[in-house]
Each structure stands twice: as structure tokens, then as C-alpha cells.
């Protein structure tokens, strides 16, 4: 599986952000999707998830009630739309995929990541 995530940019707080990823190689409605952050100087952190139909879905605290995942069966696409965006919310995006049996909460159980993509937050 390889991950191509895209949408990352600089904007001012309040504004919106949709960011992108692209999957190619096995089936890609076979495995949860999920979106990471990656603040300078701290550990990656989970912001949300979807699971393989999509009717499942999973926020971090930080996130919940501002953005929103989603997903594209047919185009092997993932989403995440960011509304109310804040200074806080700078970072480096990452798509991740398959967490296979474990928590869709830990970084450490995706099988498969993307590049990131950098969102800056200006206040």
C-alpha cells in the first residue's frame, strides 16, 4: 500500500482546510484509515479515524467537533476537513492504513503511512 497525502498550507485561524490521501496497491476497502499529527518537538498524535465502510468513525480529543473524516471506496481516498482551525492545530499530517486487529488510536499499529503534509496555523 502507498499513501499520497496532499491539501497542507498555511491559514489563518478559523479558516478550513480539507486535506487529501491517495492509496494505491491492495484493496483499499479492506482496512481502516486514519489521520496523524506531528507537532515540532512532540510525538505524533491521533486525530481521526474511518473504518472500512466508512460508517465508523473516531476523533482525538483535540479535533472532535472541528474536524471530520471521510472516505472515497471508489476512489481510494480518504479525507479530513478541518474547520476552526488554531494555531495549535500546526502540523505535519500524516495518512496512515491497516491497523490490522489493533488500536486505531496508536500510531504504532498502522501498518502503512504517507509522506505528511505540512498545515501551518497562523493566529
Known amino acids: 500500500v502507498q499513501l499520497q497525502a496532499s491539501g497542507g498550507g498555511l491559514v489563518q485561524a478559523g479558516d478550513s482546510l480539507r486535506l487529501s490521501c491517495a492509496a494505491s496497491g491492495r484493496t483499499f476497502g479492506s482496512y481502516a484509515m486514519a489521520w496523524f499529527r506531528q507537532a515540532p518537538g512532540k510525538e505524533r498524535e491521533f486525530s481521526a479515524a474511518?473504518?472500512?465502510?466508512?460508517?465508523?468513525?473516531y476523533y482525538g480529543g483535540a479535533v472532535k467537533g472541528r474536524y471530520t473524516i471521510s472516505r472515497d471506496n471508489a476512489k481510494n481516498m480518504v479525507y479530513l476537513q478541518m474547520n476552526s482551525l488554531k494555531p495549535d492545530d500546526t502540523a505535519v499530517y500524516y495518512c496512515?492504513?491497516?491497523?490490522?486487529?489493533?488500536?486505531?488510536?496508536?500510531?504504532?499499529?498502522?501498518?502503512?503511512w504517507g509522506q505528511g503534509t505540512l498545515v501551518t496555523v497562523s493566529s
Open positions: 474511518i473504518g472500512r465502510s466508512g460508517t465508523s468513525t
Open positions: 496512515a492504513a491497516d491497523p490490522g486487529g489493533n488500536s486505531w488510536y496508536r500510531a504504532h499499529s498502522y501498518k502503512y
